[in-house]
């Protein structure tokens, strides 16, 4: 069923939105949570298990050391509090993807708290609170064969894979993010841009929204404009891309309002992100007191980290992000409105990779928020799920930059990495791209274009210097554009003036 919406400025002119965002990221440590089983991407299904992860009777979990120091290092970085002293809890509900039967995590007593991080969008600066941060495992994942849906209403049996199930996952939680108005689905895409950014530069996770490694739960609710009251709620879960963050909040503004403006109430819920449509879905319905059965986890000794390994800690975590942003900007001669446009595509690290791999500043922003942006949005991903890296593009640049190719020519070396068919260099020569730079086969082109169009070449020798344009597109298209337009224009003007 097609749900009615609001517009999008009518649903402003009536209510204020508040936002909650849930942000699980995956640890990239070598092993589970708590065993020593791997955690590559990728494994064949339930090879990377053993008696701890599948909640076999007798088998004792043990804390990972190095996801705990991750934790840590993320709260820091968020200007969180650090707990000196924490337990994990035993939340307890039933799902087939979860062997125990209860999630070890962590409930009224998080590792990281009262936190907050400052998100630019158009200028203008919004601090979303950090409520808390706290450390769990991962579940399994539930493959739903056949049906139209990929879920497990129509299908017609279920597959699990527990290779997921115990991989240390730090669940970021802001507060109620209000007063955003019209600019909520901008700032909640930024905020997420700039946390999987800080996540990339800790080095504790690949951050890769694509393959889950972070996912966001979009918590959204309206309130009569001006009450100063917050409405009730609706959980979009596993929200796995930037654009879809944005999408999801904008979407569900619109959903809520048609809802109130019908004399209904909102239902607190669950609700599924489709990618394809743009839409979201019911799930289950949720309550605020939902009972968890939460209680300490005896089978593990609480975490309490010494002051002095947290400052120590302190001492490794990156760059401050607005800081890092106004060198970058600097450094690189960007304007206010170029380094607005980076960050709010969520291309500010990918550029400076790409300027760090041997581009100039502006031909590694040309390329991101121009050919890259399009074609991303073409394909509804982010620019960064393309399959193109920024060595791919400072390599297309460096070419251009040695009179090997131009932009037009670029285009095709991208089309060849979208497709697969290998580096630049290889898809140059596969695709005999090249830039020719034999002059013989020049000039002899210049001839046949100026025996060709007598009139124009006619005009040029009487000093009409601009229809040499004309010229130059008939010997660019006589040589497959591939041929450099500045030196064609000098071959005409050295034989014509």
């Not at 918590?219 to 001006?226: D, E, F, T, Y």
């Not at 839409?279 to 939902?290: C, F, I, M």
Request: glycine share 8%.
């Amino acid at each position: 069923m097609t749900e009615t919406l609001v517009a999008y400025d009518d649903v402003l002119a009536s209510y204020d939105p508040a936002m909650g965002l849930e942000v699980h990221v995956e640890l990239n440590t070598a092993s589970k949570m708590f065993c020593g089983c791997p955690t590559e991407f990728g494994a064949e299904p339930n090879t990377q298990v053993c008696p701890t992860c599948l909640g076999l009777p007798g088998a004792m979990p043990v804390v990972n050391g190095k996801a705990v120091e991750s934790a840590i290092r993320i709260g820091l970085a968020l200007n969180c509090e650090i707990a000196e002293w924490c337990r994990f809890a035993r939340k307890n509900y039933f799902y087939p993807d979860m062997p125990k039967n209860f999630q070890t995590s962590q409930y009224d007593e998080p590792i990281c708290f009262d936190g907050w991080m400052d998100v630019d969008v158009d200028g203008e600066t919004f601090r979303v609170e950090i409520e808390r941060a706290h450390m769990e495992e991962d579940t399994g994942k539930s493959l739903h064969v056949g049906g139209a849906t990929g879920r497990i209403h129509g299908a017609d049996h279920s597959l699990v894979d527990y290779n997921r199930a115990g991989i240390p996952l730090i669940e970021i939680v802001t507060k109620p993010i209000v007063g955003a108005g019209e600019k909520a689905p901008l700032v909640a895409r930024a905020y997420v841009a700039q946390l999987r950014d800080l996540i990339i530069a800790l080095g504790v996770s690949d951050a890769r929204m694509d393959q889950g490694s972070i996912r966001a739960d979009v918590n959204l609710s309206l309130s009569a404009k001006g009450s100063g009251t917050l409405g009730t709620r609706t959980e979009t879960k596993n929200v796995n891309s930037l654009r879809s963050v944005e999408r999801a909040v904008r979407y569900e503004m619109s959903r809520h309002a048609a809802v109130l403006e019908s004399g209904r109430t909102i239902l607190q819920e669950t609700r599924h992100w489709h990618e394809d449509t743009g839409v979201t879905t019911s799930g289950r319905e949720k309550s605020d007191a939902e009972d968890y059965r939460y209680f300490p986890e005896p089978d593990l000794v609480p975490v309490a980290p010494s002051r002095e390994w947290v400052e120590e800690l302190r001492a490794t975590l990156p760059e401050n992000p607005t800081q890092k942003r106004a060198r970058l900007q600097a450094e690189w001669g960007f304007s206010d409105l170029e380094m607005r446009d980076t960050v709010g595509a969520g291309a500010l690290l990918i550029v400076e990779q790409t300027i760090a791999a041997g581009a100039s500043p502006q031909a590694a922003r040309k390329w991101w928020l121009g050919e890259m942006a399009r074609r991303a949005n073409e394909a509804g991903v982010e620019v960064g799920e393309l399959g193109v890296t920024p060595v791919d593009v400072a390599r297309v640049q460096v070419l251009v930059d040695e009179g090997k190719l131009n932009d037009k020519l670029a285009r095709q070396v991208f089309d060849g990495l979208l497709a697969g068919e290998g580096t630049p260099d290889e898809i140059v020569a596969a695709r005999g791209l090249a830039i020719v730079s034999d002059e013989g086969a020049l000039s002899a082109a210049v001839d046949k274009a100026i025996a060709d169009n007598p009139d124009v070449a006619d005009k040029i020798r009487d000093g009409k210097v601009a229809a040499a344009g004309a010229l130059i597109g008939a010997v660019m298209k006589e040589m497959r554009g591939q041929a450099d337009a500045a030196r064609v224009r000098e071959l005409i003007l050295e034989k014509l003036t």
